[in-house]
């Protein structure tokens, strides 16, 4: 019942922005012309459009799903949207990655927040800053913009020897927040991510630990939307230690799953995850999600 007169709304996404329909995606920045306007607390939030995702689910499901596990990733909910009172769709409603998610989540917003677009591969190029500008977003600390602690990390991942490998990585990274978004990825068939395409996920460099966490991003492709060329029967039956070829393009997940200590953590998260992966405990919140949006996805015209 709150009404916000001055916002900022701008179209957002790639491919969900580039589909023939009118329903586009949307971000909204209720600070952009007035200081320190929230709602709930937040100053920004996405507004996602279903992109091939008929069924209105996917996205829903696997961030429930991951905030369930303890994995850092956004909320996600549904909302009716209008433009000019004319009912536009049925949209995700989905919790941006910014200050206010790293003050809720992590004991400061101070460190550096990189997104890992539009190619986010961790490989290493070199030493100098300005080669990563092209491959990764810094979205905090912009007008510092001092990119070491991620050319560190990167040089931690690529150029560690295999022996000293886990301590040094371990001086740099949380990594059950990367264990858990792996296994999340795989369980789901996310594979528009770094398991993958290589891109789509945050990492933020916690100034008070000064390592980096990972940050589970923009999911609407689970359950195999995003194929990459692999049968459905395939997309199924992924090993648990899958990872796009060549697995040297994916030197964080190769380095880690060829370590003993880093590939028996995975397998202990994915013994815990398959717990609650089934049709026992998922198909009840189907159905129950199906009743409460049933009728705004048939209302909807432009999906």
Same mark, same amino acid.
């Given at each position: ?14 491919? !969900? ?5 009118? %329903? ?10 007035? !200081? ?6 937040? +100053? ?10 008929? !069924?209105? &689910?996917?996205?829903?499901? $696997?961030?429930? /799903?991951?905030?369930? $596990? ?7 909910? @549904? ?7 004319? @009912? ?20 400061? +917003? ?24 092209? %491959? ?19 040089? +931690? ?7 000293? /490998? ?6 740099? $990274? ?37 390592? /980096?966490? @990972? ?14 060329? $692999? !049968?459905?029967?395939?997309? %199924?039956?992924?090993? &648990? ?25 995975? &397998?202990?998260?994915?013994? @815990?995850?398959?717990?609650? /992966? ?15 949006? &049933? ?9």
């Amino acid at each position: 019942g709150n009404t916000y007169p001055d916002v900022g709304v701008k179209f957002k996404g790639n491919s !969900s922005y580039n589909n023939p329909s009118k %329903k586009k995606s949307l971000k909204v920045g209720l600070d952009e012309y007035v !200081s320190g306007q929230r709602h709930d607390g937040l +100053k920004k939030f996405n507004l996602n459009n279903h992109f091939k995702d008929p !069924s209105f &689910m996917r996205e829903k499901l $696997m961030c429930d /799903f991951a905030n369930q $596990m303890g994995a850092w990733g956004p909320r996600c909910t @549904y909302t009716r949207v209008y433009l000019d009172s004319v @009912y536009w769709g049925l949209y995700n409603f989905v919790e941006e990655i910014d200050k206010t998610f790293l003050q809720d989540h992590f004991p400061d +917003k101070k460190g550096n927040l990189f997104k890992g677009d539009p190619n986010g591969d961790l490989k290493w190029i070199n030493s100098t800053q300005s080669s990563y500008y092209t %491959k990764y977003e810094l979205k905090t600390n912009e007008t510092t913009n001092d990119w070491s602690d991620l050319v560190e990390l990167i040089d +931690k991942i690529n150029n560690t020897p295999v022996a000293t /490998f886990h301590d040094s990585l371990e001086s740099k $990274m949380e990594t059950v927040s990367t264990l858990k978004a792996w296994a999340l990825n795989n369980i789901f068939v996310n594979l528009d991510s770094y398991l993958g395409s290589g891109h789509n996920y945050y990492v933020y460099d916690d100034s008070t630990s000064l390592r /980096f966490n @990972y940050i589970l991003w923009d999911v609407n492709e689970a359950f195999g939307n995003f194929n990459m060329g $692999m !049968s459905t029967t395939t997309l %199924k039956n992924l090993s &648990m230690f899958w990872i796009s070829s060549p697995q040297t393009n994916r030197p964080l997940y190769s380095k880690m799953v060829g370590n003993t200590t880093y590939k028996n953590a995975l &397998m202990n998260e994915f013994c @815990y995850m398959m717990n609650y /992966f089934n049709n026992n405990l998922l198909d009840p919140k189907i159905d129950s999600l199906k009743n409460l949006i &049933m009728t705004d996805v048939l209302n909807d015209t432009n999906k």
